[in-house]
């Protein structure tokens, strides 16, 4: 299984980016996708995660402001980020797990983002 994550970039806080994860190769079709982020100085931290049936999880620092979905048919994740804020930037890395026994955790390369003050 491969992650390939887009969509960071450089923005001023208060504005808005969209994060992409596309997954390819033989997927289960029960999972969780989702992202974590992992700013310098700081341990990785998840963000945001939604299974296979929708259901969805969010950091307390991102509720209201960040919005997770995603496309089953193309094995795509997205995340929403508005009202971006300084202490948002990290790298941003995607992930998929299987929700069988063993759980296989899959990673994307990462994406950076940015927020200027």
């Known amino acids: 299984v491969q992650l390939q994550a887009s969509g960071g970039g450089l923005v001023q806080a208060g504005e808005s980016l969209r994060l992409s994860c596309a997954a390819s190769?033989?997927?289960?079709?029960?999972?969780?996708m989702g992202w974590y982020r992992q700013a310098p100085g700081n341990q990785r931290e998840l963000v945001a995660r939604?299974?296979?049936?929708?259901?969805?999880n969010y950091a307390d620092s991102v509720k209201d402001r960040f919005t997770i979905s995603r496309d089953n048919a193309k094995n795509t994740v997205y995340l929403q980020m508005n009202s971006l804020r300084s202490e948002d930037t990290a790298v941003y890395y995607c992930?998929?797990?299987?929700?069988?026994?063993?759980?296989?955790?899959?990673w994307g390369q990462g994406t950076l983002v940015t927020v200027s003050s």
């Open positions: 939604i299974t296979s049936g929708g259901s969805t």
């Open positions: 992930f998929l797990e299987t929700a069988v026994i063993p759980r296989q955790t899959y």
């Open positions: 190769g033989s997927i289960f079709r029960l999972n969780i």
